[in-house]
C-alpha cells in the first residue's frame, strides 16, 4: 500500500507515517493503514459498516481512534477495507468503517497490532499537507 510508510527506527515495536490533504483524509488513511500492517486489507469484501465516535483533543484523539477500532477487531474480529469520517470537531470525531470479518483461513496475517501509543505521537500541517506517525504495542 503506498498511502503510508513504516518507521523503521523502533526497536520492538513497529510505526506507520501517513500523509494527507486534509486532517480528515489522514485519519481514514491511518486507521486503514493500521488494519493493512494487520492483513492485507484488498483482500477484505466490504459486508458491513461500523460506526465508531471517539472524544478528545489532538493528537491522542487520532492514537484513540486506531484504539477503539483494534478493540472491535480484537472482540469481533472486524477488519476495515473502507472509511468515510463523518464528523470531525475540535473534541471528538465520528467515523464510519466499512469491512469485514477476518477469516485467518483467507486472510493473509500479518502483524498482531495491540495498541496505538502515545510514545512520538504526531499529528500536525506541514506545508500544503496533515503528517501523521503513530507507533504501535505489538
Known sequence: ???YELIEDIT???GIRVRAKSLEELFCKAILA???EIT???SVQPSKKVE???FG???YLLADTINKALVLHEKEKFVASGCDLVELKENGVRVILSGGDYDPSFHPSKLVIKAATYHRLRVEKVG???LAEVIFDI
Open 128 to 130: 500544503e499537507e496533515f
Open 34 to 36: 493500521t488494519f493493512n
Open 40 to 42: 492485507d486489507i484488498e
Open 1 to 3: 500500500m503506498s498511502f
Open 57 to 59: 483533543e489532538l493528537p
Open 52 to 54: 465508531l465516535e471517539v
Open 12 to 14: 520492538a515495536d513497529t
